[in-house]
């Protein structure tokens, strides 16, 4: 028997075309925790990646999303460069889907959706009225589903209008891109939501209105929303699933993933920091063993930087008014790289310590990511 307080968690999927990989590696990281999905919502590609949700093939979704191609999704040559892509959008109204379709017909199962327990959710607008249509699976007439999952996911003018019945439908991010009042409407107690960052309007009264929200977004660029790419969708999963993790306390970090408890939180941050301006690969799982040592490998490749940053720095005037001081930090910003940039302040710092100008708080708002990198350089002996 249900109890009044009994958890019902949503999980609302956003568009945004080829990042939806990213969704998927959420999926995995959810189901790896044990989180279970009551209520499932999404647009476009969030369409997709939903039914395969309610579906509850996570292997299979995964498979998708390696296999996926721009000459399998679009109806141009296999190789086609962006700009071939785009002659398709001009001269012809949008590309066609047909490769796409054959997807879906290959990996959604209408039948496990409808019967799967979870609530099923999609979003759909019609032309030429403009008008949302908002589409749980017992809206959607038996034999229809992939169809109004293809209307979702037609993101006019880039992608041709889908006809179903008479009725033209595009991409349902132009009434609602991450489908969260939809969720709503089915009274859950927590939320999930994964923004990619796809063209269209977000309800943030909805956002608001969210009970329990765990929000998923990455600080990483996605890629290009048209653009299939097999390596790209790969280390999307892999960056769905770690911030997945990080969302929900598992894993430590903003950029980059440590393994919880690795660094204290003022240190991760710091390392957060120093892995961004190295350029650390953001897929791995940091342990502190091995996030010193790729970073020592990233520090020995930029050596010629190191030299150049000490050379300035021991160059440089040591007594300088506050004023000056600002002024140079800012004009050592504008023209060095970020490596020479942190090795520098690393030096100052070195030599400073707890005294050195940069600590200051005018100073630190200047320079909020090369601070803390220095910082972490001085602390573990890289300077």
Same mark, same amino acid.
């Given at each position: 028997?249900?109890?009044?307080?009994?958890?019902?968690?949503?999980?609302?999927?956003?568009?945004?075309?080829?990042?939806?990989?990213?969704?998927?590696?959420?999926?995995?990281?959810?189901?790896? %925790?044990?989180?279970?999905? *009551? #209520?499932?919502? &999404?647009?476009?590609?969030?369409? =997709?990646? +939903?039914?395969?949700? !309610?579906?509850?093939?996570?292997?299979?979704?995964?498979?998708?999303?390696?296999?996926?191609?721009?000459?399998?999704?679009?109806?141009?040559?296999?190789?086609?460069?962006?700009?071939?892509?785009?002659?398709?959008?001009?001269?012809?109204?949008?590309?066609?889907?047909?490769?796409?379709?054959?997807?879906?017909?290959?990996?959604?199962?209408?039948?496990?959706?409808?019967?799967?327990?979870?609530?099923?959710?999609?979003?759909?607008?019609?032309?030429?009225?403009?008008?949302?249509? %908002?589409?749980?699976?017992? *809206? #959607?007439?038996? &034999?229809?589903?992939?169809?109004? =999952?293809? +209307?979702?996911?037609? !993101?006019?003018?880039?992608?041709?209008?889908?006809?179903?019945?008479?009725?033209?439908?595009?991409?349902?991010?132009?009434?609602?891109?991450?489908?969260?009042?939809?969720?709503?409407?089915?009274?859950?107690?927590?939320?999930?939501?994964?923004?990619?960052?796809?063209?269209?309007?977000?309800?943030?009264?909805?956002?608001?209105?969210?009970?329990?929200?765990?929000?998923?977004?990455?600080?990483?660029?996605?890629?290009?929303?048209?653009?299939?790419?097999?390596?790209?969708?790969?280390?999307?999963?892999?960056?769905?699933?770690?911030?997945?993790?990080?969302?929900?306390?598992?894993?430590?970090?903003?950029?980059?993933?440590?393994?919880?408890?690795?660094?204290?939180?003022?240190?991760?941050?710091?390392?957060?920091?120093?892995?961004?301006?190295?350029?650390?690969?953001?897929?791995?799982?940091?342990?502190?063993?091995?996030?010193?040592?790729?970073?020592?490998?990233?520090?020995?490749?930029?050596?010629?930087?190191?030299?150049?940053?000490?050379?300035?720095?021991?160059?440089?005037?040591?007594?300088?008014?506050?004023?000056?001081?600002?002024?140079?930090?800012?004009?050592?910003?504008?023209?060095?790289?970020?490596?020479?940039?942190?090795?520098?302040?690393?030096?100052?710092?070195?030599?400073?310590?707890?005294?050195?100008?940069?600590?200051?708080?005018?100073?630190?708002?200047?320079?909020?990511?090369?601070?803390?990198?220095?910082?972490?350089?001085?602390?573990?002996?890289?300077?």
């Amino acid at each position: 028997m249900s109890g009044k307080n009994e958890k019902k968690t949503a999980l609302v999927l956003s568009g945004g075309g080829a990042r939806g990989a990213y969704e998927a590696g959420v999926w995995q990281a959810l189901t790896e %925790l044990g989180i279970r999905i *009551d #209520i499932i919502t &999404g647009t476009s590609v969030g369409a =997709i990646n +939903a039914a395969m949700v !309610a579906q509850g093939e996570l292997e299979l979704a995964c498979s998708l999303w390696k296999e996926m191609e721009t000459h399998m999704v679009f109806d141009v040559p296999e190789g086609s460069q962006p700009i071939e892509y785009a002659r398709e959008i001009v001269f012809n109204h949008g590309a066609g889907t047909s490769g796409l379709k054959a997807l879906m017909e290959k990996y959604i199962d209408e039948e496990k959706v409808r019967q799967s327990p979870m609530e099923f959710g999609i979003t759909a607008v019609s032309l030429p009225d403009f008008k949302p249509h %908002l589409l749980f699976k017992e *809206d #959607i007439p038996p &034999g229809k589903m992939i169809d109004y =999952i293809m +209307a979702s996911a037609s !993101a006019f003018p880039a992608i041709h209008s889908y006809p179903i019945d008479g009725t033209e439908y595009i991409d349902g991010g132009y009434a609602d891109v991450l489908p969260m009042d939809m969720a709503l409407s089915k009274n859950p107690t927590h939320v999930i939501a994964v923004n990619l960052r796809g063209i269209g309007i977000i309800d943030q009264e909805a956002v608001k209105a969210a009970p329990n929200l765990v929000w998923i977004e990455t600080p990483w660029d996605l890629g290009l929303q048209f653009i299939f790419d097999i390596d790209n969708a790969r280390r999307l999963l892999r960056l769905g699933y770690l911030d997945a993790m990080k969302a929900f306390g598992v894993l430590d970090g903003h950029y980059y993933a440590f393994s919880h408890g690795t660094f204290d939180k003022t240190t991760v941050k710091m390392a957060d920091a120093c892995a961004k301006i190295f350029e650390m690969d953001p897929t791995l799982l940091y342990t502190k063993e091995i996030f010193l040592e790729k970073l020592s490998e990233a520090i020995a490749a930029s050596h010629a930087e190191a030299e150049e940053a000490l050379e300035s720095y021991r160059s440089a005037p040591r007594h300088r008014p506050v004023s000056e001081i600002k002024e140079l930090i800012k004009n050592i910003k504008s023209i060095a790289n970020q490596r020479v940039l942190t090795y520098i302040i690393a030096y100052a710092l070195k030599e400073k310590g707890q005294d050195s100008i940069l600590l200051t708080r005018p100073v630190f708002r200047l320079l909020s990511e090369q601070i803390p990198a220095a910082r972490f350089l001085v602390k573990y002996g890289f300077v």
